[in-house]
């Protein structure tokens, strides 16, 4: 009888007594108790930034010249080199926040979810909201969400393999109050722990413990050591940094020597070095790379996808292929009876009529309701409630005062459920069985004969693209119950269709896929016939013929892979054959992406490139196992997603490609001067106010530019490809080559026409600073011309040059700062031919691009 009560209250509902917390109370112990989360793995706060920051060596290098400048007894050089270190701190700082702000967001909206009663209602939290004594309802897939100990259980079986090792799940017990928890680990236990993951059965939990004092959190230290490891994009780029750091430091070694020997000014000479090596170090790489990827995942979580690793970011732009689960991803989960099959009669279900339900149909219906749950999460579930509350409303069919005695569930040997009932006012049970129409009519020990006239429905109802489900009945009188379904002289009493419509974006996200190079594959564990049907409607390939489980089973590795080259539908799947596909794939050379929902689907997730957990319906442990989630389950959403991994690293590569082209000329015109015994054109100063343009053109107008419109159309970046080809690299040098020598131009010949050293320096640094708004803006897109990509939008774009140009005419023309900066007053000519120049330094490449484009669009003609 025990055992009948907790299933009673498991099926039907929680009893009155289980209220939950008050919202109030749950929100004071929050603030008493804190967050149901571990201690923080590290200081995020503005000191630790700060400290961070002035660290890095250009930052090291600029103290170091001011106080020289103090050295030298040039007070206002070093409090506009110090005023400028701050506002480029500042700059720094403001992205680190936003940066981790953004961060944070994402971490807060990908924690695990909770399933509680708050005021006596359900409530879905986020897992850092639980507090201590809330009650918690788990179900298969959850990771449980604190410590707690079971009042009410089901078959719960539980994996705590994290907290001991043992991968074998440990079956649970209801508690009866006992204060005192136990070790994770046995049978029978009434407490669960925070960490730990259902794997079968229900149940329902008063939490005793959160946080930093749960099972886990006494542990955390050791899971907060825990770092992950640089991606390849970041393992190219800190090998760039020291690259260009040693360059740097070389040269400076050599100028610092060559200056202080020929002009006997050594603390000058250690300021020209000082100078030389703060051109040469290319810091933005490392700050473009965080702001691109953080900021990156923050647009992408606009577009309803979660980025759990950011890495996947980078391998978006990669994917060949797009494996797809059918159910909600390519169709809406919005099962909807539409056929009800008898022995000897069929109904077509039409919501929007008002006609009757032939009683030869009833008890299908009442006992497809039997066999569900009461309070149905499963889809499938809510169609079979939804058609007896249309049709059976009010009648003898319904039975809300039943009480749910026994559960047989879905099994991997058996792809069948039944529920057992103690009806009211009988001396017997009554058992009803929903599963696969081949699974039932063994149950039904059906005759040959029978059992193929019920396959020919079920092929004619699956090539419609209905899923198929057939429901028996069956008696029982005793006091224990069977052990398994098999032993119920179960009857046969038809098949109900359902439709799941292909969602309204599918068809043309998949042409989008096929145009942009990527494959699209359909897994499914329905029929052939459903599979095929769901995948014509959607647009997916069926060149290749179809692939069903069996089929993989048969095949060897070596065969599977050459089948899986032209084949994209594969059907009657089992969890476990959706990870050899995977493999079979990348042993092919694609780049995966797959999609997954279910606890045993987390192998297949973890093994692609780029696994994709539904959010909606996905559980837990799936979302664990996955780079990313899907917050909306729409396969159009994944192609949305590829479509900004693709802008994110287009524009990654755009970034890089101008940071790279700008210092070869400021890194030149720190140089030149120093080898021919020229007046200096540059000094700290004048870079840091180089570097207030760099960083927030490289890290802001860049990452805002919008996708190219042929982004959609090239085929996918190959995985390996290194950050800079070659092609990329020389084109950028070749860009800050040509602006070099055109700033190079204006000095010498400035020099020349008997203009002084003030003068000189203020045309040759003006052209510097066009010359690099011309950088970014020639760099803005790789493919259309100058006057093309203007008409793209970009408001930041327009904020860095007006303000740009707004600060240029400040130390040109204020009197105090245009002598802080050794410059003088220049004419209007003067700046034209700044223009001029700058301009000359680029227009090479707009003739590139533009002959490249004829040349690209003749041979696609």
Not at 59 to 82: Q, S
Not at 145 to 171: F, I, K, Q, Y
Not at 383 to 390: K, S, T
Request: net charge negative; proline share 5%.
């Amino acid at each position: 009888m025990e055992q009948e009560s907790t299933n009673k209250h498991s099926a039907s509902g929680e009893p009155p007594a289980f209220q939950g917390l008050s919202g109030t109370l749950a929100r004071e112990r929050q603030a008493a108790e804190g967050a149901n989360t571990l201690p923080d793995s590290g200081s995020h706060g503005t000191a630790a930034m700060v400290l961070e920051v002035i660290r890095e060596p250009m930052f090291l290098l600029l103290i170091a010249a001011a106080a020289i400048y103090l050295v030298l007894g040039d007070l206002h050089e070093a409090l506009m080199l110090l005023f400028f270190v701050g506002v480029v701190m500042g700059i720094t700082l403001y992205q680190s926040h936003k940066t981790e702000h953004v961060l944070q967001a994402l971490r807060d909206l990908t924690s695990p979810r909770a399933l509680v009663l708050r005021d006596g209602e359900k409530q879905r939290i986020a897992g850092r909201e639980v507090v201590r004594d809330d009650i918690v309802m788990l179900a298969e897939g959850d990771r449980v969400p604190a410590d707690a100990m079971l009042l009410m259980c089901n078959g719960l079986h539980v994996d705590e393999s994290l907290l001991t090792g043992e991968a074998a799940p440990v079956r649970k017990a209801a508690g009866d109050g006992q204060p005192v928890a136990a070790r994770p680990g046995g049978d029978d236990l009434p407490w669960v722990y925070s960490g730990t993951l259902v794997v079968q059965g229900q149940g329902i939990a008063r939490v005793t413990a959160t946080g930093p004092r749960t099972e886990i959190g006494r542990i955390g230290k050791s899971l907060q050591a825990l770092r992950p490891e640089p991606s390849p994009v970041q393992r190219q780029v800190r090998r760039m940094m020291w690259a260009f750091a040693l360059l740097g430091a070389i040269l400076c070694g050599v100028v610092v020597v060559l200056y202080g020997l020929t002009r006997d000014a050594w603390l000058e000479a250690l300021l020209a070095g000082i100078t030389l090596a703060i051109s040469l170090l290319p810091q933005e790489f490392l700050v473009v790379l965080t702001v691109f990827l953080a900021l990156g995942a923050w647009r992408i979580s606009r577009s309803r996808v979660l980025t759990r690793r950011i890495p996947a970011l980078e391998t978006l732009g990669a994917a060949t292929i797009l494996c797809t689960d059918k159910t909600g991803t390519i169709t809406e989960n919005r099962m909807t009876v539409t056929q009800l099959v008898t022995r000897d009669e069929n109904y077509a279900v039409d919501y929007g009529k008002t006609n009757d339900l032939p009683e030869s149909f009833h008890e299908l219906v009442e006992f497809s309701v039997l066999a569900s749950m009461v309070d149905p999460f499963d889809p499938m579930e809510k169609a079979f409630h939804r058609l007896a509350d249309h049709y059976l409303a009010g009648t003898e069919h319904l039975h809300d005062d039943w009480t749910l005695a026994q559960h047989y569930p879905l099994s991997r040997d058996m792809l069948a459920m039944s529920h057992g009932w103690k009806a009211t006012q009988r001396d017997e049970y009554v058992v009803a069985a929903k599963g696969a129409p081949e699974a039932i009519a063994d149950l039904c020990h059906l005759s040959e004969a029978e059992t193929a006239a019920i396959a020919e429905q079920v092929d004619r109802l699956a090539g419609q693209g209905l899923r198929v489900l057939a429901i028996a009945r069956a008696t029982f009188k005793g006091t224990a119950w069977p052990p398994q379904q098999h032993d119920f002289p179960f009857a046969f009493l038809g098949m109900i269709a359902l439709a799941d419509p292909v969602r309204p974006r599918v068809p043309e996200a998949i042409r989008v896929a096929r145009r942009a190079g990527m494959r699209v594959a359909l897994i499914t564990g329905d029929y052939p016939g459903t599979a095929e049907a769901v995948a014509r409607e959607a647009g997916i390939d069926l060149g290749g013929g179809l692939l069903s489980g069996p089929e993989i089973d048969a095949l060897d590795d070596t065969a599977l892979r050459q089948r899986l080259k032209t084949a994209h539908v594969f059907a009657r799947v089992a969890p476990e054959q959706k990870l050899r596909l995977v493999q079979a794939f990348k042993a092919n050379g694609e780049v995966v992406a797959m999609t997954g929902d279910g606890v045993n689907d987390a192998p297949a997730l973890k093994a692609a490139h780029i696994g994709i957990a539904m959010g909606g319906r996905g559980t837990d442990v799936a979302r664990e196992a996955s780079s990313l989630v899907l917050l909306d389950d729409d396969f159009a959403t994944i192609v949305d997603a590829i479509r900004l991994g693709r802008r994110i690293f287009s524009n990654l590569n755009k970034a890089m490609a101008y940071i790279l082209a700008v210092h070869v000329p400021i890194a030149g015109m720190a140089l030149l001067p120093l080898l021919f015994g020229l007046p200096l054109v540059l000094a700290p100063v004048h870079i840091v106010f180089l570097e207030l343009i760099i960083d927030p053109a490289c890290s802001i107008v860049f990452e805002a530019e919008p996708e190219e419109r042929d982004s959609m159309e090239r085929p996918p970046r190959r995985v390996e490809a290194p950050l800079f080809s070659l092609r990329i690299l020389l084109l950028s040098l070749l860009q800050g080559a040509t602006v070099f020598l055109a700033v190079a131009a204006v000095y010498v010949v400035s020099l020349q026409r008997g203009q002084g050293a003030d003068e000189a320096r203020a045309l040759t640094f003006a052209t510097l600073v066009i010359g690099n708004l011309w950088l970014i803006l020639v760099n803005r897109s790789w493919s259309s011309t100058l006057l093309a990509s203007l008409r793209t939008p970009n408001s930041a774009l327009w904020w860095v040059i007006s303000g740009t140009l707004g600060f240029l005419a400040f130390v040109l023309y204020v009197p105090g700062l245009r002598e802080l900066f050794g410059f003088t007053y220049l004419h209007a000519n003067d700046v034209l031919l700044a223009l001029a120049a700058g301009a000359a330094g680029i227009v090479w490449f707009e003739v590139y691009k533009w002959a490249r484009g004829r040349h690209l669009a003749g041979t696609s003609a």
